[in-house]
Each structure stands twice: as C-alpha cells, then as structure tokens.
C-alpha cells in the first residue's frame, strides 16, 4: 500500500512537472510571439513616418512651387492693376476739373439762392422767437397757477390723512379701553368663581367634619 502510494506520489510530481514545462514553454512562446508583433509594430510605424516625411516634403515642394506662381500670378495682376489705376486717375483727374468748374458756377447761384433764403429765414425766425416768447409766458403763467392749485390739493389731502389717522387712534384707543375692560370682566368673574368654588369646598369640608364628629359622639354614647 505504502509502495503504490509512493508511485502515485511520483506519478502526480511527474505530471506536475510536465505541466510546468508545458506552461513554461507555452510562457515562452506567448513572449516570442510579443516580441514580434512590437518588432512588427516599431517596423510598420517607422515605415508609416518614413511615407509621412516623404509626403510632407513633397507636400511643402508643392506648396513652394505654388506659392511661386501664386506670387508670379499676383505681380502680375499688381501690374495690370496699376495700370488701370493710372489711367483711372488721370480720367478722374479732367473729370474732377470740369465738376470743379460745374460746381464753382453752381455754387455761386445756390450762394444767391442760399442768401435770399437766409433772409427769409431770418425774418420767420423772428417771427417764431416773437411766438416763442408769447408761449413761454403763458406757459410759465398755466404752471404757477398749476403750482397753485397742486399745493391746496396736497394740503387737503395732508388735512384728511390727519384728520382719518386722528380717528384712527381714536377708534384703537376705544377698542383697546373697551378689551381691557372685558379682560378685567373676565378676570372678576374668574376670581369670584374660585372664590365660590373655595367657599363651597370649605362648606363641604366642615359639613364633613361636622359628620364625622357627629358620629364619633354616637359612637361614644353608645360604648357608654
């Protein structure tokens, strides 16, 4: 018995041991095998930069080329453009003298024109000041009548607020004699029906003392 257990003991070290190499080997591989894959990786993202740098040089050689024939295209619009200018201004140039000279002519008639209305302005203003005048007068006379009036309204409203909080108080001032005098009633009776209930206790009491002498006294006469 001892000895079969001794061969099972050594039979379950054995394939203990087996299953360690196996895990073992299994451990190594699975490290192998990562350590492709990142080889793998670190190679595909080296190429994946090497293909990036390659294709931002070739993107900053066009855009330079680009930028050149831009630049050619605006010196060449720049030229053009300052061309038209020239002539441009050179046309607004007589165009500016001829409306100068209009212009110079029409001012002198609208100068005529424009005194001729100045002084017609300046008789209507007169007359509007006149007018203004007039009107402010009245006004200033409507307001210091209004004013007038605003302070006797006032001062009749200021004498019926007096007048209504004076009765106001009055009226408190007669309720409130008026509760005092209900609470002392109250208070009075309050009293006298305690003073009635403690009277009639006292009665009672007596009435009882009375008895009970009443009968110690029969009980005495009785023994006797």
Not at 42 to 67: A, G, L, N, S, V
Not at 117 to 127: F, G, S, V, W, Y
Not at 183 to 206: T, V
């Amino acid at each position: 018995q001892k000895r079969r257990e001794a061969e099972e003991q050594k039979r379950r070290e054995a394939e203990a041991e087996t299953q360690k190499k196996k895990a073992e080997e299994a451990e190594r591989r699975r490290r192998e095998t990562e350590e492709r894959l990142r080889a793998a990786r670190e190679e595909r993202k080296r190429k994946e930069e090497e293909i990036r740098r390659r294709q931002e040089e070739e993107d900053r050689k066009r855009w330079e080329e680009e930028e050149r024939a831009r630049k050619a295209e605006t010196e060449r619009i720049q030229r053009e453009e300052a061309e038209k200018k020239r002539k441009l201004e050179e046309e607004r140039r007589k165009r500016e003298e001829e409306d100068r000279r209009r212009l110079e002519d029409a001012e002198r008639k609208a100068r005529e024109e424009q005194n001729r209305k100045d002084e017609e302005e300046r008789r209507l203003r007169e007359i509007e000041i006149r007018r203004k005048e007039e009107d402010e007068k009245r006004k200033e006379e409507e307001e210091r009548r209004r004013e007038v009036l605003e302070k006797e309204r006032r001062e009749e409203v200021e004498r019926k607020r007096k007048e209504e909080v004076g009765k106001k108080r009055l009226e408190e001032e007669r309720v409130r004699k008026e509760e005092e005098r209900k609470r002392k009633e109250e208070e009075e009776r309050k009293r006298k029906e305690e003073e009635e209930r403690i009277r009639k206790e006292e009665e009672e009491q007596k009435r009882k003392e009375e008895e009970e002498r009443t009968r110690k006294e029969e009980e005495e006469r009785k023994r006797k």
